[in-house]
Nanobody, 123 residues
Framework: QVQLVESGGGLVQAGGSLRLSCAAS????????MGWFRQAPGKEREFVAA????????YYADSVKGRFTISRDNAKNTVYFQMNSLKPEDTAVYYC????????????????WGQGTQVTVSS
């Protein structure tokens, strides 16, 4: 069993930055790929970023490339999401996800989800 707790969301002006954290419990964190998804009002949940178990392979959605950075610290069972140059269209609830695989994250292979943290970007 893995529990995921996100933190770091909030209200920020366009162009600003936020850093999300996802703290995981359980022994299998370091063997799982981790990811961030987001869901805006009236829209479906969408993939944003993923990082492999070792941190050696990273994927980003085109919409956030060059602005957001995913990283992990397996010693602390934590994954981070640095979000820079935020835009109003980044406004959403951001969810941390733990995949059953070690390389990447897919919606159909996520074993555990966090409760979500709200990110609001004002124009």
């Amino acid at each position: 069993q893995v529990q995921l707790v996100e933190s770091g969301g909030g209200l920020v002006q366009a162009g600003g930055s936020l850093r999300l954290s996802c703290a995981a419990s359980g022994r299998t964190f370091s063997s799982r790929a981790m990811g961030w998804f987001r869901q805006a009002p009236g829209k479906e949940r969408e993939f944003v970023a993923a990082i492999s178990w070792s941190g050696g392979t990273i994927y980003y959605a085109d919409s956030v490339k060059g602005r957001f950075t995913i990283s992990r610290d397996n010693a602390k069972n934590t994954v981070y999401f640095q979000m820079n140059s935020l835009k109003p269209e980044d406004t959403a609830v951001y969810y941390c996800a733990a995949d059953r695989n070690g390389r990447t994250v897919g919606t159909s292979t996520v074993d555990y989800w966090g409760q979500g943290t709200q990110v609001t970007v004002s124009s």
